[in-house]
């Protein structure tokens, strides 16, 4: 990715598409051999692992919005992008609770505009308690 324009576009698209129930979309946007740390949770490799890795946090929620708060990349000699950001998530569970969680995220973005690694950090302990 060669602007931060692209890079959090991307990352803002990624988002919207988890935020409306499309994680099918979202996942797409990711290389087959992606590489996702959720949280606490070890780290899982391939499309269809990060898929149910978020599936186990979205099955507990009615809704859920992603905010980006504060946004810095490093683009890579190699062609990837290294984007590192502060992230609101609202979550909606299914109880009727809602929790509203900072996070940061650390992403790897290749050339072609996929994600190659995403490292979310955040407490989830009131979404799984709730939920």
Not at 26 to 40: E, I, P, S, Y
Not at 48 to 65: E, F, G, N, P, Y
Not at 98 to 118: M, N, R, S, W, Y
Request: aromatic share 8%; glycine share 10%; with cysteine.
């Amino acid at each position: 990715m060669s602007s931060t324009t692209s890079a959090r576009s991307l990352v803002e698209r990624y988002y919207a598409l988890v935020d409306s129930g499309d994680l099918g979309d979202a996942v797409a946007l990711m290389r087959d051999d992606v590489t996702l740390t959720f949280a606490n949770a070890e780290p899982v490799s391939g499309r269809a692992a990060a898929h149910a890795s978020i599936q186990t946090v979205l099955d507990r929620c009615d809704a859920i919005r992603h905010t980006v708060v504060t946004w810095f990349e490093q683009p890579g000699a190699n062609g990837n992008t290294d984007a590192l950001f502060e992230i609101r998530i609202a979550y909606d569970l299914k109880n009727g609770g809602h929790v509203d969680i900072p996070g940061c995220v650390f992403a790897t973005i290749d050339a072609t505009g996929a994600f190659v690694e995403q490292r979310l950090y955040g407490d989830l302990a009131p979404v799984f308690a709730g939920g």
